[in-house]
């Protein structure tokens, strides 16, 4: 579950709802600077469903007992987020296995620097290092098969697996910067703005856009692109990686007021989904 807090309270968003953002954003992707995947219904699936393995965490939500509220995702231990998660992955490679390889490596990524994208050192935790290693092992079969059936030039054929892994890491922060960000709120040009993934962890989100870095763009270039809020849920994304000059999101949050709750589970699930129109523009655009 993603929270962040507003002037008006807590935003809460499931893992499967930002996961559609960035399923939607991902049927989307491509024009003359970003080129498309070559299994663009692959990517779409592990877009949509990268996070299926948190649907039973936010159903029955771990709880951040000391602020008598769901944790946020990055407060769930890491202990009771490995079954799941992985149950959520082997269910997609029953649906289509090049995207069950991409959620492997996004899965595997998520504790070794996303493979690169993003700076750091990777998680030397034991359980992420069992994790990291068996899904790489996953990842060569599978990958393996795939190739077989596909024929032609291996390197060309891994070459585009691994870009559309970049491609999915740069889904799956834009939505997250779309679900944690204060819609509301345009950016301060005065500010400058940090990567998304330096801000993941902080309920109260820094003003100001974000920055989604090593994105991968046409012939083997990599760009950085800014998320940058211009009116009330219009964003403009530079440079604009999506089809045509803009694309219409919606993105359904529940509210909950900033106290202590007695018992914060009752009260996520009584809450409402609230809808609410997000928009992406190019910067030659609005």
Do not use: K
């Not at 890491?78 to 649906?95: A, H, S």
């Not at 040009?189 to 990567?195: H, K, S, V």
């Not at 962890?201 to 800014?226: F, K």
């Amino acid at each position: 579950m993603l929270i962040s807090r507003r002037r008006d309270g807590l935003q809460l968003v499931a893992q499967r709802e930002h996961a559609r953002v960035a399923g939607e954003m991902a049927s989307a992707w491509g024009n003359e600077r970003f080129a498309a995947s070559a299994a663009p219904e692959s990517l779409a699936i592990a877009a949509t469903r990268h996070d299926d393995g948190w649907e039973p965490l936010d159903a029955a939500p771990f709880l951040n007992e000391d602020a008598g509220r769901p944790a946020h995702f990055l407060e769930v231990p890491l202990g009771d987020t490995v079954g799941p998660y992985g149950e959520g992955v082997d269910r997609i490679y029953r649906q289509d296995r090049r995207a069950g390889v991409l959620a492997s490596m996004h899965r595997a990524g998520l504790w070794a620097s996303r493979w690169g994208v993003q700076d750091g050192p990777p998680n030397e935790h034991p359980l992420a290092l069992e994790v990291v290693a068996a899904e790489e092992r996953r990842v060569a079969e599978r990958t393996r098969e795939l190739w077989l059936e596909h024929g032609g030039l291996r390197s060309a054929f891994e070459a585009a697996l691994w870009r559309d892994y970049e491609v999915l890491q740069a889904l799956d922060l834009l939505s997250l910067a779309i679900c944690l960000l204060d819609l509301r709120t345009p950016t301060d040009p005065e500010i400058t703005p940090p990567l998304i993934a330096m801000t993941l962890r902080e309920l109260e989100q820094p003003p100001g856009g974000r920055v989604i870095a090593r994105v991968p763009a046409a012939e083997g270039v990599h760009v950085d692109l800014r998320l940058d809020l211009i009116d009330a849920g219009v964003a403009r994304v530079d440079p604009f990686p999506f089809r045509g000059d803009e694309l219409a999101l919606e993105l359904r949050a529940r509210r909950m007021a900033d106290v202590p709750h007695a018992d914060a589970a009752a009260v996520y699930h009584a809450a409402e989904l609230v809808p609410t129109a997000v928009t992406l523009v190019a910067a030659s655009g609005r």
